[in-house]
């Protein structure tokens, strides 16, 4: 099973402000199937990412997502106040499918 | 507009059964692998449980297995999760998930409003 491990657990920080979200891998993730998403308060999660870097539809380009291997980051260029809630990674490449246990980031 | 519609949840006493339905609508069914996945309350998402187009083929995380089955009915465009022998720790809100595209392998793209299910006594 592939261990996905997202850090911080948390980030403080204030609109306009650039984030950066970590989800390490304990081990190589096929072909970039990695994903991010995006959950609220009470909401399913939203698809942000997959294939490590393609936005999803309506998605803006203020989210970006890069990496490979064992090693993904999503990107927040300029928060804006609807962007805080809990991120997610997932790896899609090999089952069992699997989650990292979430970065909240709050104001 | 690709619709997903969970129902079936509830109070349920460890060890008993339940089963969830998840009505889908605004796509093609038949064409598309399905997934459940679940979140206990103020914790992260946890795959549960898939199925082909067709239903011939599931799998299911450790977990639960041996204790839930997925199922199908395209007839009927739902989606099922028969869930036995439960215990406290399947206290969850259950997604419907339908993925991008479909391909066997797709990240998750629409998700049901969530059905909850707790067991307890």
């Known amino acids: 099973e592939v261990v996905l491990t997202q850090s911080p657990g948390t980030l403080s920080l204030s609109p306009g402000e650039r984030a950066t979200l970590s989800c390490r891998a304990s081990?190589?993730?096929?072909?970039?199937?990695l994903a991010w998403y995006q959950q609220k308060p009470g909401q399913a999660p939203r698809l942000l990412i997959y294939?490590?870097?393609s936005r999803a539809t309506d998605i803006p380009d203020r989210f970006s997502g890069s990496g490979s291997g064992t090693d993904f980051t999503l990107t927040i260029t300029r928060l804006e106040p609807e962007d805080f809630a809990v991120y997610y990674c997932?790896?899609?490449?090999?089952?069992?499918?699997?989650f990292g246990q979430g970065t909240k980031v709050e104001i | 507009e690709v619709q997903l519609v969970e129902s079936g949840g509830g109070l349920v006493q460890p060890g008993g059964s339940l089963r969830l339905s998840c009505a889908a609508s605004?796509?093609?069914?038949?064409?598309?692998?399905m997934y459940w996945v679940r979140q206990a309350p103020g914790k992260g998402l946890v795959w549960v449980s898939r199925?082909?187009?067709?239903?011939?083929?599931?799998s299911y995380a450790d977990s639960v297995k041996g204790r839930f089955t997925i199922s199908r009915d395209n007839a009927k465009n739902t989606l099922y999760l028969q869930m036995n022998s439960l215990r406290a720790e399947d206290t969850a809100v259950y997604y419907c998930?339908?993925?991008?595209?479909?391909?066997?392998?797709?990240?998750?793209?629409?998700w049901g409003q969530g059905s909850l299910v707790t067991v307890s006594s």
């Open positions: 998930v339908r993925g991008v595209t479909m391909a066997t392998i797709t990240p998750f793209y629409y």
């Open positions: 605004g796509f093609t069914f038949s064409s598309y692998w």
């Open positions: 199925v082909n187009s067709d239903g011939s083929f599931t």
């Open positions: 081990q190589s993730v096929s072909s970039s199937y």
């Open positions: 294939g490590a870097s």
């Open positions: 997932q790896q899609y490449g090999s089952s069992p499918w699997t």
